[in-house]
Every structure is written in structure tokens, then in C-alpha cells.
């Protein structure tokens, strides 16, 4: 019924930025929060950054002013700009979000994306 696809991942050298996306499709009639979350090789899946639908943010400390998450409602859209990128930033990158469909107005479904490939050289 809905899906997450994010797109933007790649391998970019330590200083460098790059910018996620993640667009929500499907009998989507609202989307609450949104959010992205990553899991580095042998570790558990952790949190980024969280936005609400009125744009209010919140930040994992180790990204705290090196990354940016910011939303298109009209286009379903969460973002996420990673400047100053370190090695440790090196994961997978998993969108979050919880939408309600037509079908179903009033129960928020926690839907996930399959996740993009961040990779940091040093």
C-alpha cells in the first residue's frame, strides 16, 4: 500500500557532503513524522535526525551541525544533507516514517525504506 525509496547514497572521501532523499508513495492520506536512522557494519540500527510535520527537528549528537533534515510535504519528501562527512558516518541509511492511508485514516502505520549505501573514505 506504501512505500519508502530513498535515493542519494554513494562513496564520497572525508570532508565531503552528500545529500539523501526519500520519497513516500502509495494510498497514503497523512504522514506524521518522518525520520532517518543508519546501521554501520556490525552495529545496531541507530537514529539521525527526526522531523514533524510542522518542521520541528531533532538530532543524534554526533550529527549535530553537520547535518540537516528538512521535508516537501506537497511531494511526500524527507531530506537529509550531510556535510563534514566522517568516516564513522560510513552506513546504511534507513528512512522512517508513519503515514496513514485512505483506508485507514486514523491508525499511523511505521513504514520503513530498504535503506541506502552511505560510504566515507578517510
Known amino acids: 500500500q506504501v512505500q519508502l525509496v530513498e535515493s542519494g547514497g554513494g562513496l564520497v572521501q572525508a570532508g565531503g557532503s552528500l545529500r539523501l532523499s526519500c520519497a513516500a508513495s502509495g494510498n497514503i492520506f497523512n504522514i506524521n513524522n518522518m525520520g532517518w536512522y543508519r546501521q554501520a557494519p556490525g552495529k545496531q540500527r541507530e537514529f539521525v535526525a527526526t522531523?514533524?510535520?510542522?518542521?520541528?527537528?531533532n538530532y543524534a549528537d554526533s550529527v549535530k551541525g553537520r547535518f540537516t533534515i528538512s521535508r516537501d510535504n506537497a511531494k511526500n519528501t524527507v531530506y537529509l544533507q550531510m556535510n563534514s562527512l566522517e568516516p564513522e558516518d560510513t552506513a546504511v541509511y534507513y528512512c522512517?516514517?508513519?503515514?496513514?492511508?485512505?483506508?485507514?485514516?486514523?491508525?499511523?502505520?511505521?513504514?520503513w525504506g530498504q535503506g541506502t549505501l552511505v560510504t566515507v573514505s578517510s
Open positions: 522531523i514533524t510535520s510542522g518542521g520541528s527537528t
Open positions: 522512517n516514517a508513519y503515514i496513514t492511508t485512505y483506508y485507514d485514516r486514523y491508525r499511523y502505520l511505521e513504514v
